[in-house]
Structures are given as structure tokens and as C-alpha cells.
């Protein structure tokens, strides 16, 4: 296996106390893949928030002199004292820092380094593995590079289909769709009605909590957790709808990958409807709300029936299945077009769209080859939100 000429390494450390209990977390990413190499959590003990960040960056160098001392490396994190400190811009005046940071600079002696300042929300891989130590006080250096199946998902083929009953002789690519719900809003919290062409209000901040949440565990697939014998995600698409844009851009920062729109993926227009509870809706429409409830063709006032939906998501679906034919994307949308995409997937009726729980920042994933064969993997995975 070739040695990656180019590795970033996203570095945090904390404290409970400060100085407290302490971890430092850590890991190694080749930049040409974005796959990672090397995941570090380390309990340290007691110390202070800005001791775990540096020890968290001199078990990263460490790691980095393993697999390629030539290559060229970039670290971002979020302390700005380390940042600043390694880069030369600030003086190191604590007696303990300074020699912590001899040590990282006798590491770096040689190598092709950089560094650069990340928000917090940037660093939430490192973070999640600071925690992790301090949780479980415990250390552990994972080459991700060797990732077995775990026995739980020992049946998994993944190229195939994994069921003997699948259709043989399958040609096409495989494109495995990881559906993420988009996170909280205003409307979402208030059992208010919300579609598309009506208000667009963004994440609340109890989205964007959940939005961070299922950004941390997606950003393990492929290396571990529940997902590690997935392909990790290589593109991101969103709905242009603004709670899902944001739910999609805190996604990008976590796998650092773009997020490009697709518009036939957005949520479904209820017209008149928009805003308003189901109460008011079954009081202001009495009639119409009891011929469009389990109807394919009635829409609300000014609203979209579900034909005219499920026409437009497939054409999305079938346009995101041709672009990114044999990758794994992500695909940030809302309740009804995850369904719709499900409901192809399985080849169910209409009631798919009203016989399915679809949570705020759930996962769904379904590997598809073309039109050839289908397979679901997860359904509206919620663990991570716990």
C-alpha cells in the first residue's frame, strides 16, 4: 500500500475542572481520500484544557512519523493558544507548555507542517474522541486502515447484494444513499405544518444540537460504530430548503465534503396549509383534509398532491443515482421525500408515505444498484440523538 503524501490531523483536549480529568483526542486523515488513518483517544488524568491539546497534537505528530514523515501535513483545531503558539505568533510563558511544546517542536523538526484555526464545530471528531477518553479513562490508537466486519454484520457483501435471493448478474454500480432528516425547527417543535413555499426558518438550537450529533456519527462510517463496514460518504446533497442546508453545512464541516443542491429532493408544498397544526387544518378545511388523508391525488389550496410530489422526487432520485453512480452520498432532505426515495427503494405502495417514522436527524441508508437491485441497510436510526 502507498504511503499518503498528504495527511491533515484534527487535534482537541479537555478538561473537567480544568484541571480536571482530562483526555486528548485525535485523528490522522489522508487528504487525498479523506478517509481516516488513525483515530487517538487518550486519558491523560488530571490537567488543564490547553495540556490535553497539547498532548493531543504530539500523539497525532507521533502517529504521522509512522505512516509518512515526508508527506505533507495541515493541522487544524480549534485552540487558538496552540495554534498561535506553534506557528510562532505567541509566546509560551507557562513553564509546563513550554516544555510540552519542545516536544511537539522536536516532532515537527523536519517535516512539511502548517497549521490553521477551525470553530469548534469544525473540530467535533477530535472532540467526540477527547470525551471518549475521559468517559472511559481509557487509551486506545486505532489503525483504521485494517477494519474488519464485525460479527454483527458478517452476512454483509460490500459489492453485492447480500441476500442469496437478490437478482443475479447486477451490473451496475453500487450507490449507497445515507438519508439524514433535517434537524429542528421552530415549526418542528410546535407541531406546526412545514413545507416548501411557505415560511423557511432555519435550525433551532436544539437542531442544531441534533444536527451535530448525527454529523459525528456519520463522520465514523467507514472507519467505526455501527457503520464501519460502510464506504465513508464522498458527497453531499441537500434540499435548497433552508433547515436542511444548515443540517447538510454542519454535515460538510464534520467529513469535509461540499454540499451541493438539488431541488426536486425538497419538502412537499402544503399552499394554505403551511404554519398551521393539523387541529387547524381539520377545523378551518374540514372536508379537504378528509379527501387529501390517504389520497394520491388531492393537494391542499395552493399545495401539491402527492402525484405531482412523488413525479418530481423520483426524477431527483434518478438524476442523484446517475451523477454519483458507485459512490456513498449523503442526502439531506425531509420526511416526505425520505420516504418517497424509501418507498422506490422497496417497491411500496402510496402508504409508504404515511406508514413510516422519520425522525429529525434520523439516518437512513439503502444501497442501490442503478434500478437493477436495492437493499436497506437502516431505517430511521435515532442512537446517536440519545
Given amino acids: 500500500m502507498s504511503k499518503p503524501d498528504a495527511l491533515i490531523i484534527e487535534a482537541d483536549g479537555g478538561s473537567r475542572g480544568n484541571p480536571g480529568p482530562s483526555g486528548s483526542g485525535a485523528i490522522v486523515v489522508d487528504a487525498a481520500t479523506g478517509l481516516v488513518i488513525r483515530e487517538i483517544s487518550e486519558f491523560i488524568g488530571i490537567a488543564t484544557n490547553n495540556v490535553a ?40 510563558k507557562h513553564p509546563d507548555m513550554r516544555a510540552l511544546a519542545i516536544e511537539v517542536q522536536q516532532l515537527t523538526a523536519g517535516l512539511n507542517i502548517s497549521y490553521e484555526w477551525i470553530p469548534r464545530e469544525e473540530n467535533s471528531r ?53 438519508l439524514i432528516r433535517h434537524g429542528r425547527t421552530h415549526l418542528t417543535e410546535t407541531k406546526r405544518i412545514s413545507g416548501s413555499g411557505g415560511e423557511n426558518p432555519g435550525l433551532s438550537q436544539l437542531g442544531r ?81 378528509e379527501q387529501w388523508r390517504g389520497s394520491y391525488t388531492v393537494s391542499p389550496p395552493k399545495g401539491e398532491s402527492l402525484e405531482a410530489f412523488d413525479n418530481r422526487v423520483m426524477a431527483g432520485l434518478d438524476r442523484i443515482l446517475a451523477e454519483y453512480a458507485g459512490k456513498t452520498v449523503a442526502v439531506v432532505a425531509h420526511v416526505m421525500p425520505i420516504r418517497g426515495i424509501i418507498r422506490a427503494a422497496i417497491g411500496g405502495g402510496i402508504e409508504s408515505y404515511w406508514n413510516q417514522q422519520v425522525a429529525p436527524c434520523s439516518i437512513t441508508i439503502l444501497r442501490l444498484w442503478g434500478k437493477q437491485a436495492t437493499e436497506v441497510v437502516t431505517i430511521n436510526a435515532t442512537h446517536h440523538l440519545a
Fill in 53 to 92: 491539546e497539547y498532548r493531543a497534537l504530539k500523539a497525532a505528530l507521533e502517529e504521522v512519523h509512522r505512516i509518512n514523515p515526508l508527506a505533507k501535513v495541515r493541522v487544524r483545531m480549534d485552540s487558538k493558544l496552540v495554534i498561535e503558539q506553534m506557528s510562532g505568533n505567541w509566546k509560551i
Fill in 126 to 178: 477530535a472532540d467526540a474522541l477527547a470525551n471518549k477518553a475521559m468517559d472511559e479513562t481509557g487509551n486506545a490508537i486505532v489503525d483504521t486502515t485494517v477494519n474488519p466486519i464485525p460479527a454483527m454484520v458478517a452476512e454483509f457483501n460490500g459489492e453485492l447484494p447480500s441476500s442469496v435471493r437478490a437478482p443475479g448478474h447486477v451490473t451496475e454500480p453500487l450507490t449507497t444513499l445515507v
Fill in 209 to 289: 444540537q441534533d444536527a451535530h450529533h448525527v454529523s459525528i456519527e456519520l463522520a465514523k462510517m467507514g472507519t467505526s460504530g455501527p457503520y464501519a463496514h460502510i464506504e465513508p460518504i464522498s458527497a453531499i446533497i441537500s434540499s435548497p430548503i433552508q433547515r436542511a442546508v444548515d443540517t447538510a453545512n454542519i454535515l460538510s464541516n464534520a467529513v469535509h465534503r461540499s454540499v451541493s443542491l438539488e431541488q426536486d429532493i425538497q419538502e412537499i408544498s402544503f399552499g394554505e396549509w403551511d404554519g398551521h397544526t393539523n387541529e387547524e387544518v381539520a377545523e378551518q378545511w374540514p372536508e379537504l383534509f
